[in-house]
């Protein structure tokens, strides 16, 4: 069944990105649109009907942009008052909206529509979770900061940024469910918790798969040079046209 609920994880500061006090990572204009904007059309575009996006840092800023857009689809906000803490900690603040599965993106990855497609399509079981696996880690442009992934046939046996012996790279493009919820609050603390930790855990049950993207492409939008890599990429495989940037004053006006 195709998944028509998704959760946008956009509550951190972004930092190496060159964020200043004003502009928020995920409205860091790529192509001529916001990056979240950019990841709301192609949910838009992929028959999702409901998106909750996660907001912490300059969260405000984040709410008022998203109402100069209309979408043909119900975008909720989510504040996550601990924002600092790992993403982990983002996503338990939007377990209320997951009840069924639910994509879970990165406000900062950049993908072709058939990624999110096939992400979107792939089965999971009550108590599984599925990522999108890119098997091309050559291919790569930042492998260093990349998150790796070990794989056994299509199950996911480990995953992390510091794994010197891995098959693929993880697209940050999940179909989760109230599992991964559970995982979370199992290795939830002070510090809070990390997506990684809770995929651990699932792994180590076998509940944890890999969807090959194929050749489908994508970016993680985290670095000045990515940023400028990103533009290249639009223009030779994004669904979204490039259109003139945005003035400063509707992104943040309110």
């Not at 060159?18 to 916001?34: D, F, I, S, Y």
């Not at 904007?37 to 996006?53: C, D, H, N």
Request: glycine letters at 10%; proline letters at 6%; one cysteine or more.
């Amino acid at each position: 069944m195709t998944t028509q609920r998704a959760v946008i994880l956009a509550a951190g500061r972004g930092s190496r990105l060159g964020m200043h006090e004003t502009l928020p990572k995920p409205l860091q204009p790529v192509g001529g649109l916001p990056l979240i904007v950019r990841i709301l059309r192609k949910l838009e575009l992929s028959g999702v009907m409901e998106v909750g996006v996660v907001v912490g840092y300059l969260g405000q800023a984040i709410r008022h942009a998203l109402a100069n857009h209309h979408f043909d689809m119900r975008v909720h906000t989510i504040t996550n008052a601990a924002w600092e803490k790992p993403n982990g900690t983002s996503l338990l603040s939007a377990r209320d909206f997951i009840d069924r599965p639910t994509l879970v993106l990165m406000s900062d990855h950049l993908f072709a529509l058939p990624l999110l497609e096939r992400v979107q399509r792939h089965f999971v079981g009550v108590d599984e979770v599925a990522l999108g696996v890119d098997y091309r880690p050559g291919r790569c442009f930042d492998i260093e900061d990349a998150t790796k992934v070990q794989m056994d046939g299509s199950r996911i046996t480990g995953i992390g940024k510091e794994l010197a012996d891995y098959d693929a790279l993880d697209t940050g493009v999940f179909k989760v469910t109230p599992a991964l919820i559970r995982a979370l609050d199992a290795v939830n603390g002070p510090d809070g918790c990390s997506l990684s930790q809770g995929i651990a855990i699932l792994a180590r049950q076998g509940k944890m798969h890999g969807v090959d993207i194929g050749d489908a492409a994508w970016i993680d939008v985290d670095t000045p040079k990515a940023k400028r890599y990103a533009e290249t990429y639009l223009t030779r495989y994004d669904e979204l046209p490039l259109v003139q940037p945005m003035a400063p004053a509707m992104a943040l006006s309110a």
